[in-house]
């Protein structure tokens, strides 16, 4: 169950990282300045090289915390360029936004001069579950790590530590912060999220709930069956779910209708 995973991947895609040659040893480089970084905080992080559709997830004790691993470090390469291990743990409503908050942040860096792409960080606060199934809030920061030689976004720096603040509240209190100039961009994204599915999309999915079939759907909103499956279609692939009560819990899970 993901949502946006299509519109990030596509941004990586819009980087074009094929067409420039790329030196496997400042992976390694990086991996290893992280590592350093993770022996004084024990926090988790992830390095994700969009090059590759790859990350690396490099972790202190806080992962075994997390219920991660049963290791008090570890350091393990996931043919993936989302850290699944954590985004399975994340409550439905906050990996909604925090995919929001990251698509958001990379149109936002790739509109600067290549030298200043560095500078910004987006930092929220979610719900992941812990090693006892619990829900605790953890403070999230995404950064470019390391830019391609044409200045395009390669490596990307995404970091989990325990907030030190864990009474409720509703949204994640997503912003991009400038590190060099101290200014920060407030996001809110009620009108983004609501447009997840269409109005049709969302009709056609409570329809569903209410155990309608095809041919029901259909014939109660005056279109074909083959425009209702295209509707059923894009619905699971939005919410990258495989049936139709999957979609509904999904759907539910992350208040998209």
């Known amino acids: 169950m993901d949502v946006l995973r299509k519109e990030l991947n596509s941004f990586y ?3 074009h990282l094929e067409c420039e040659s790329l030196d496997a040893a400042v992976v390694e480089v990086c991996k290893e300045r992280i590592k350093g970084m993770i ?3 024990n926090a988790c992080c992830v390095i994700t090289d969009a090059s590759a559709d790859t990350s690396y997830i490099i972790a202190g004790s806080f992962a075994r915390l997390l219920g991660i691993t049963e290791e008090d470090r570890m350091v393990r390469k996931v043919n993936s360029s989302d850290e699944d291990v954590i985004y399975n743990r994340l409550h439905p409503e906050d990996l909604v936004d925090k995919r929001m908050l990251e698509y958001n942040f990379f149109q936002h860096v790739d509109k600067f001069p290549n030298e200043e792409k560095q500078k910004f960080v987006a930092r929220c606060r ?4 812990n090693r006892k199934d619990r829900y605790v809030y953890i ?3 995404t950064q470019v790590l390391q830019l391609s030689p044409h200045g395009k976004v390669w490596l990307i720096l995404c970091c989990y530590n325990l907030s030190s603040n864990q009474d409720f509240e509703i949204g994640i209190s997503p912003g991009i912060i400038n590190n060099e100039t101290g200014v920060i961009f407030r996001l809110s994204f009620n009108d983004q999220r609501s447009q997840i599915l269409t109005d049709r999309e969302k009709v056609v999915l409570h329809l569903i709930r209410e155990g ?6 259909a014939s109660k909103l005056g279109i074909s069956i083959h425009t209702v499956n295209r509707h059923r279609q894009n619905i699971l692939e939005k919410l990258d779910v495989s049936n139709s009560l ?3 819990k999904a759907a539910a899970a992350m208040k998209l209708f």
Request: no cysteine; proline share 0%; aromatic share 4%.
């Open 39 to 41: 022996g004084v905080t």
């Open 126 to 129: 979610i719900r992941v579950k």
């Open 139 to 141: 403070d999230n920061s």
């Open 246 to 248: 999957e979609a509904i």
């Open 13 to 15: 895609s819009s980087q």
């Open 212 to 217: 309608f079939s095809s041919k029901l759907i």
